[in-house]
């Protein structure tokens, strides 16, 4: 079964790059390029994780991850930074309602363990 990840990123190169590689991984991916789209995605479409990034342009990915949690307690949420774990902002994205952190400056097969883990999870 194929599982939907809700994509989050504001940077389009980025944001295709990561898309590419969970699909590769097998994943379905609906990309959104900022909130208002990923909770307008979240409302229509069947979604089985979130990756957001913190910095959203203007917004903040911390602020879109309570929406989120608010919508659907149970969706697992992914927060991811360029920043290192040593940042204040992953502890305060675990206590926002983040289900796990990544950092992108490691290697992005570590964001694929993590989003398996996650979804293994929420199936029990």
């Known amino acids: 079964m194929q599982r939907t990840i809700l994509l989050v990123e504001d940077e389009v190169a980025v944001r295709n790059f990561y898309q590419l590689f969970f699909e590769h991984h097998g994943f379905s991916v609906c990309p959104a390029s900022g909130p208002a789209e990923a909770l307008r995605i ?9 990756v957001v990034d913190v910095f959203l342009g203007e917004d903040n990915g911390l602020d879109l991850v309570r929406g989120m949690k608010a919508a659907r307690p149970e969706l697992p949420v992914i927060v991811m930074s360029a920043m290192t774990y040593e940042e204040p902002m992953f502890q305060e994205a675990l206590t926002t309602g983040a289900d ?23 199936l029990r």
């Open 42 to 50: 979240l409302r229509e479409q069947i979604i089985d994780l979130a």
């Open 100 to 122: 796990g952190v990544f950092s992108k400056t490691l290697p992005m097969t570590q964001l694929v363990m993590d989003a398996k883990r996650l979804l293994t999870n929420s």
